[in-house]
């Protein structure tokens, strides 16, 4: 009895190292695309749409508060609008399951019978970069997990795993998606087994989410470096220092209320 109670404790080992692994792979090469696709949306929007300078990361406090409004003001309200409709409308025509937030459906299905269509990681990706680039308020981290929750599940599908480990991939992925996207690999692992309950936390997901945030994080920081996305730069006299930003995370909306 021992010696089967140790071949299946090893069998079990091994499968959530090769969830980990595979769930990394996958979620890090999904998350660095739609890291990119943000880039270009955004650069697309703001230079070609808008005809105006794009913020750059690292940039001090005193060049973000030069930058100027775009030529034509009145069309950030249309094109807001434009990306919310366009948006919503794939998300209604090809999986509703897409809509919100994104973290909570990755939740809902954690908690529900662990499954989640293939197409919803790919419409979850688009919508949310259609909304995010157009000034839409929202940010990665909800998609993102959503999107990792997604290659979970299809891991799971593949590899054909039971429910128990069906919802392990799942959250393995949540924590791959948001370690990947935010460079904090060690955050992502905590995330995924804390996020899944008001007051208990799943020890069965920390080793694989950090094995899978680790690869995810090497994966994104082999295309785009290892420095963090929100840390200060080099301090300077006084109280003034550097510090990093993100353009595709702050609404276009809050921007534009300095035009008005």
């Known amino acids: 009895m021992e010696c089967v109670s140790e071949k299946k404790c090893e069998s079990s080992f091994r499968k959530l190292i090769l969830i980990g692994v595979t769930v990394g792979v996958i979620s890090g090469f999904g998350a660095y695309l739609f890291f990119k696709g943000l880039e270009y949306g955004t650069a697309l929007v703001m230079e070609i749409l808008f005809c105006a300078d794009l913020t750059l990361e690292s940039q001090t406090a005193a060049e973000i508060a030069g930058w100027t409004p775009p030529p034509v003001v009145w069309l950030i309200l249309p094109i807001i609008c434009g990306g919310a409709l366009l948006s919503g409308l794939i998300v209604y025509f090809f999986a509703l399951e897409a809509e919100g937030h994104g973290t909570d459906a990755a939740i809902r299905a954690y ?3 662990g499954k989640i269509r293939w197409r919803v990681p790919i419409v979850k990706a688009i919508a949310s970069i259609i909304t995010i680039s157009t000034g839409g308020s929202a940010g990665r981290e909800g998609p993102t997990a959503q999107i990792a929750a997604g290659f979970g599940a299809f891991i799971a599908d593949i590899l054909n795993l039971s429910p128990r480990e069906r919802k392990i991939a799942i959250a393995t ?3 791959a998606g948001i ?5 904090a690999p060690l955050g992502g692992a905590i995330l995924a087994a804390e996020i899944l309950y008001l007051r208990d936390f799943e020890a069965d997901v920390v080793m694989p989410s950090f094995l899978s945030s680790i690869i995810g994080y ?4 082999f295309f785009e470096g290892y420095a963090p996305i929100f840390g200060a730069g080099p301090r300077s006299s006084g109280r003034s220092h550097r510090f990093r930003s993100s353009f595709s995370s702050v609404p276009l909306p809050q921007e534009s209320a300095s035009f008005m």
């Open 179 to 183: 370690g990947t996207i935010f460079k």
């Open 218 to 221: 090497s994966i994104i920081g």
């Open 111 to 113: 908690h529900g019978d």
């Open 173 to 175: 992925g949540i924590g």
